[in-house]
């Protein structure tokens, strides 16, 4: 794409321009204006169609001086998405007996703790205050 711009690139004398600050303006005024800064170097029909610009933010530690830029780009790397969570079937059993068991299915992180299905089952029962629940694995 780099190279099909380069062939393609209707500007021919790039003309130096320096770089401002922000100077308290509207982020989309200095958005403009880079961009419009950025058109006068780089004009072709890749531009037009794949390339944007994004807002970086910099903050000093020492000074608390703000440092805004945009900068074009026209890729952008996206991790994939990862499966972080898993369904369970849990069969809730009351202990008063006066209830059939009954199954529900809840989503849980996959690297959560034993307290993510019980808060996920309180919800889900609709438990009250003064009841508890006592979790249990079976094997086999």
Not at 6 to 34: Q, W
Not at 38 to 51: E, F, G, L, P
Not at 58 to 74: A, E, G, R, W
Not at 95 to 110: C, E, N, S, Y
Request: charged share 25%; glycine share 4%.
């Amino acid at each position: 794409m780099d190279e099909l711009h380069k062939d393609l690139n209707r500007v021919k004398l790039k003309p130096y321009i320096e770089l401002k600050d922000d100077n308290g303006r509207s982020d989309e005024e200095f958005a403009n204006e880079c961009w419009e800064n950025h058109k006068a170097q780089n004009d072709s029909v890749i531009v037009d169609v794949c390339q944007g610009q994004y807002k970086s933010t910099l903050i000093c530690p020492y000074y608390s001086k703000v440092l805004v830029t945009f900068d074009p780009f026209m890729y952008l790397s996206l991790p994939l998405p990862l499966t972080v969570t898993w369904e369970i079937t849990v069969t809730v059993f009351y202990g008063d007996g006066t209830t059939l068991p009954i199954p529900f299915t809840i989503t849980m992180l996959k690297d959560g703790s034993c307290k993510d299905p019980l808060e996920a089952l309180s919800a889900k029962c609709y438990l009250r205050s003064d009841e508890t629940l006592l979790l249990v694995e079976q094997y086999s």
